[in-house]
């Protein structure tokens, strides 16, 4: 099993999601999240006093997929979180030990 | 006694009531989120302290028998004689417990507004100690100088509804505690990013309601002059939200939403002293004005190094008393200022400006030196770190 973590821009929250789940994902998990890259921050001003705010909101998909699926989810998360300009996020994949279900006890593929 | 001027002034009592916990949300969505109970309770329990000061000394200091120009007698301590009807009333037409009640409104706000200065680091005993002598001590006699017919009032000083009293002496008062408490602790490495603006501007708009209240309430009558007020208040705020918006787009590149906010509030601080003696075309001319001058006034804090976390001294100290002056210039309506021939009211309003601000200084100096050494004023900086809302209060604004 492989976890995909994938960091992409707020808006492209619901491309995404349509995205995995054509690509046979079947749960995630979302979180807001902040950071910062290559994008760098923005300035803010309030009442003439200017903050440079560095970590810039993003929205972080987790999803665990069997092995064979892999490929493919990443390849449809690219593209569906693509624009071409800075900022556009990551996705990391990594190897997973094990996975439960809570209600029923199954583990490995059965419980992804 | 005038039934339908009782009714008005209630009523407008009840709206200016309503500016106190307005000011709590204005300033409570400006502070980061682990201050934001404190902020709104440094105003909203106001309401509560002031109240029963004011019932018990603080109205008879104000307006009992003048005693020299300078403070008033103990004829109505713990409101003997204020009864419904109008006997002793300073207002003949109102009952002397309405005059009392619409009265105690602006005794609660004034030292609410100074609490903008010394926000996210001060301790809430020493706070409830300080404001309850400042009310004694420089609210009272700034009340009975102005109206209570004390020297400001005899001098034929103008103010109309609390540019002195209410906003010079909170600004003079904000300005001596921001320096004396110090700056906050990370004040220049830490962002201080105001955590709830959609709160502020709601906090804005009701003291914009309530303001109506306040100016308007303060002819003391149901009649055109209360008309006149209501109007110049609204244009004054009106004119004063688009120049200050227009100031930081030129100076700042964008107009904000704080900054229409800040403006409005400006512009009601400005008409405040003026609202029943100038006509409403120079209320726009006042607003516009104000508007550009207290987006100046907040700046002032950068270039003296003063850490006045939400520009008490910016709006309030600056738009009283730019407010006071162009009172003395722009009246027309029952007075005359100099554009009505008599440049004698400029001189005059200089002079209650200079007494304000000195009076007001330096009397909060001492007051606040003697709470300090007593009780202790300043949160540690650790108590700071945690936020006041736990470290004062024992609980936080927002649960995850």
């Known amino acids: ?112 | 006694m005038n039934v339908a001027d009782n009714a008005f002034i209630l009523i407008c009592a009840a709206l200016v009531m309503f500016m106190t916990p307005g000011l709590a949300l204005f300033y409570g969505g400006l502070v980061r989120s682990k201050n934001v109970l404190a902020t709104i309770m440094q105003s909203f329990i106001m309401l509560g302290l002031m109240s029963v000061l004011w019932a018990v000394i603080g109205y008879t200091l104000s307006f009992g028998h003048d005693i020299g120009g300078i403070i008033g007698g103990l004829d109505f301590a713990f409101l003997n004689g204020v009864g419904m009807d109008n006997v002793g009333s300073p207002a003949e037409n109102l009952p002397h417990m309405t005059f009392m009640i619409f009265q105690c409104m602006f005794a609660v706000i004034t030292p609410a507004l100074i609490s903008g200065a010394f926000a996210e680091r001060m301790k809430f005993g020493g706070f409830m100690v300080f404001s309850a002598l400042w009310l004694i001590l420089v609210y009272a006699p700034m009340c009975h100088w102005v109206w209570g017919g004390g020297w400001m009032g005899q001098m034929g000083a103008l103010d109309f509804a609390g540019g002195a009293v209410v906003h010079m002496s909170s600004g003079a008062a904000a300005l001596c505690c921001a320096i004396l408490i110090g700056k906050r602790k990370g004040h220049g490495s830490t962002a201080f990013i105001p955590h709830n603006l959609p709160m502020t501007i709601l906090g804005a708009a009701i003291l914009w309601f309530g303001w109506f209240g306040f100016n308007a309430g303060s002819a003391l009558a149901a009649d055109g002059l209360a008309a006149n007020a209501f109007v110049t208040t609204h244009m004054a705020a009106a004119a004063a939200a688009l120049s200050w918006i227009v100031a930081e787009w030129v100076h700042g590149g964008k107009a904000t939403t704080l900054g229409a906010a800040s403006g409005a509030v400006a512009g009601l601080v400005a008409i405040t002293p003026a609202a029943g003696f100038i006509t409403p075309m120079w209320a726009i001319v006042l607003g516009l004005a104000a508007g550009v001058v207290c987006y100046g006034g907040i700046m002032l804090k950068n270039r003296f190094g003063y850490d006045d976390a939400l520009d008490v001294v910016g709006i309030h100290g600056v738009g009283g008393t730019f407010g006071a002056l162009a009172t003395g210039v722009l009246a027309t309506v029952g007075a005359e200022g100099l554009i009505a021939g008599n440049a004698h009211q400029v001189w005059v309003q200089f002079v209650s400006v200079v007494a304000t601000w000195g009076f007001c200084f330096a009397m909060t100096f001492v007051i606040f030196k003697a709470v300090d050494a007593t009780i202790g004023l300043r949160a540690t900086d650790e108590e700071q770190d945690r936020g006041m809302d736990v470290s004062e209060h024992s609980e936080t604004g927002y649960q995850m």
């Open chain 1, 1 to 112: 099993m492989k976890k995909i973590e994938i960091i992409t821009r707020t808006f492209k929250l619901d491309d995404v999601k349509t995205a995995l789940a054509g690509a046979g994902v079947k749960g995630m998990t979302v979180a807001e999240v902040k950071g910062f890259g290559r994008q760098g921050g923005h300035k803010e001003v309030y009442r003439g006093a200017e903050y440079q705010v560095d970590f810039v909101p993003k929205i972080k998909i987790d999803v665990v997929v069997e092995d064979g699926l892999a490929g493919q989810v990443v390849e449809a998360a690219r593209k569906a979180a693509h624009t071409g300009q800075v900022g556009d996020g990551k996705i990391f994949v990594s190897p997973v030990e094990e996975v439960v279900r809570i209600r029923t006890g199954e583990t490995g593929d059965d419980a992804v």
